[in-house]
């Protein structure tokens, strides 16, 4: 029976493999990725395709035509320096092409298990975890509402769920944008509560007259509204009720290419990073737009329906109609939701002037935000702090076994460590230095090259009242002739730790 099955399998997904990891801000170009991928394979003509090469490239592939270029899907490798690469932008498209971005990826639901496995395996390469591997009751606690809610109303609410936002770069041209995990961490929740539109028909001029025509849509705004966001794992996330029968319509028929939010943002800054970038800071985001024509600038968003799995089944008959109050973001009105038996009803509500009591309970909730925040960065510092102190750890146990003495010459060099006034220019010292691989090639060092070395050190090392910086004794030399110097054993292998910890002790004086 078993062998009956294998001969009949006409699809696969590729077996996990753990491939060398390109950089995490390396540049991801699927085409580009897949031209080199056919050269590594032996290409590009198809005749000499090594088409088992071929397939690590990809996560899934039609074993009944292995020899098409069309038969294989959701690349994430690219070759660099001749050796096949996992590329984190790559990883990520793929995950999100099998979660529904960009129109999805069309592959047999016998195989996304496997395919699944194959991309998460990725994810845990770089140490994060793959989106569906993200417990849904974390994501989707449902904490907006005041008891559990049931599929029925799912269905009459037409909820859905989706990505509005993440960090990294836009595709925004000339100027990209850059969202920091930072910014949006702070100002993710602010999306709860803001309406929707297609395309930003509500802040652009937009033909309305053509989407009514080629998509039935009688309104671009509003279509929607955002009843909560979070940030969370580099991403805001949300669930949405939709309003517009149409609209919910296309979402289950996967037609958006992915959301867009406005952002408004109290700093900005232009800096160099592959070309301009623009980060902002203290950013809100009071509108999403679903994309259905224009391009979601942040590639890897998207939205599809909350699924029946995610409700909480409760008993109908037990439970109160439901009701739930969102604030419209910037606006003094918020949206009722009422759910009953003959089905959902949305009001527009004016909410009343605040007596002093709301006044207090605001400043109070505000403050309670920024302890939050607060909060957060010291945890952050805390991980920081840790991190610097096991480092320092196995600088010391390195040091004990290299120089098997009290090891002053890396640790009394810090600045910290420093006699007060007495502070070397560490920045000159190193650039002394010979290259590590030097250092570790040869047991003698040219005499011209010691030479200027030792005068270096010797104009950047020593103190006013005539004393040195401990690592001056790097430089002893073991025997001294016209042509070479031998440096003792021990110094050499110092001097290597110590260029790893001074390199990272002047990352933070700058």
């Known amino acids: 029976m078993n062998e009956d099955r294998l001969k009949v399998k006409v699809y696969g997904a590729v077996e996990t493999h753990n491939p060398k990891k390109a950089p995490e801000d390396y540049e991801w170009d ?35 035509n292995p020899e098409n270029f069309e038969s294989y899907k959701l690349p994430h490798h690219d070759i660099i320096d001749n050796e096949l690469c996992t590329v984190w932008r790559g990883v990520v498209a793929a995950a999100g092409a099998i979660m529904g971005a960009r129109g999805g990826v069309d592959i047999p639901n016998d195989d996304l298990p496997q395919v699944k496995a194959h991309i998460a395996n990725h994810y845990h390469q770089f140490d994060k975890r793959a989106p569906w591997e993200i417990e849904s009751v974390k994501m989707y606690s449902f904490s907006w509402l005041p008891r559990p ?25 000339p100027i990209a944008d850059k969202q920091t995990e930072d910014n949006l961490m702070r100002g993710g929740r602010s999306l709860r509560g803001a309406l929707i539109d297609i395309d930003h028909a509500s802040v652009m001029s937009i033909d309305q007259s053509h989407y009514k025509e080629k998509y039935g849509l009688e309104s671009l705004f509003p279509i929607g509204q955002v009843l909560d966001a979070e940030y969370e794992d580099e991403r805001v996330e949300f669930i949405a009720s939709i309003w517009d029968d149409k609209v919910y319509d296309m979402i289950l028929q996967n037609k958006f290419k992915g959301c867009s939010v406005v ?21 809100t985001f009071p509108l999403l737009a679903l994309c259905l024509e224009s391009e979601p600038a942040y590639p890897n968003t998207w939205v599809k329906p909350l699924t029946i799995e995610e409700a909480i089944t409760v008993d109908q008959a037990k439970i109160e109609p439901l009701t739930i109050e969102v604030r419209i973001p910037n606006t003094d009105t918020m949206k009722k939701y009422s759910l009953t038996s003959s089905g959902i009803k949305i009001e527009t509500v004016k909410l009343k002037d605040k007596t002093e009591l709301e006044d207090v309970i605001e400043e109070i909730n505000k403050k309670i ?8 960065q010291i945890r952050d510092e805390k991980q920081q702090v840790e991190k610097e102190i096991q480092a320092l750890k196995e600088d010391h146990a390195q040091l004990m076994r290299f120089g098997k003495e009290k090891p002053t010459a890396l640790i009394e060099a810090y600045p910290s460590r420093q006699v007060k006034g007495n502070k070397c220019n560490h920045s000159e010292f190193l650039k002394t230095f010979p290259m590590e691989q030097d250092l570790r090639s040869f ?12 005068l270096s050190v010797e104009r950047n090392c020593s103190y006013e009242d005539g004393s040195h910086c401990p690592h001056y004794q790097l ?22 730790s110590f260029i790893r910890i001074i390199r990272n002790v002047l990352s933070k004086e700058i």
């Open 149 to 173: 809610i049931t599929e029925d109303e799912v269905k009459a609410l037409r909820l859905v769920k989706g990505v509005a936002i993440h960090a990294g770069l836009s595709k925004k041209q």
């Open 30 to 64: 699927a085409d580009r990725a897949e031209k080199r991928i056919r050269a590594w394979s032996g290409g590009p003509e198809k005749e000499n395709i090594d088409w088992s090469k071929y397939r690590q490239g990809f996560a899934w592939y039609d074993e009944k």
């Open 263 to 283: 952002e408004e943002y109290r700093s900005e800054i232009i800096e160099k990073i592959d070309g301009l970038v623009s980060i902002t800071q203290g950013s």
């Open 475 to 496: 430089i002893r030399p073991h025997t001294i002739s016209a042509k070479q110097v031998i440096l003792p054993r021990v110094n050499q292998e110092t001097a290597l």
């Open 443 to 454: 047991k003698s060092i040219p005499s011209d090259y010691y030479l200027s070395w030792a």
């Open 369 to 376: 935000e920024a302890l939050k925040d607060e909060i957060r």
